[in-house]
């Protein structure tokens, strides 16, 4: 399946300039129209993530669910009991 991403100069400033969410959610609509799966980028906070997910995105990136970290230590969460959502 290809993807889209919807880049993070749109989702970062969602809430600040509203007609960076109107391209936002254009973006989804348009991927979702072509059956293209969606990629956020830059999401740091709940609420950009319940915007994105109620304009049908469904797959994100940022720091909202966790930071840049080594590959070693990737390891270990992932193999850990630890479940991030």
Aim: negative net charge.
């Amino acid at each position: 399946m290809s993807e889209l991403k919807v880049d993070q100069s749109f989702v970062r400033d969602l809430y600040i300039d509203k007609s960076d969410a109107e391209i936002a959610a254009t973006i989804i609509a348009m991927a979702n129209n072509f059956n293209l799966e969606v990629v956020a980028e830059w999401v740091e906070e709940e609420s950009q993530l319940r915007f994105l997910s109620r304009n049908g995105c469904l797959v994100f990136q940022g720091y909202y669910f966790h930071r840049p970290m080594p590959a070693e230590e990737l390891a270990e969460l992932l193999l850990g009991n630890l479940v991030i959502l």
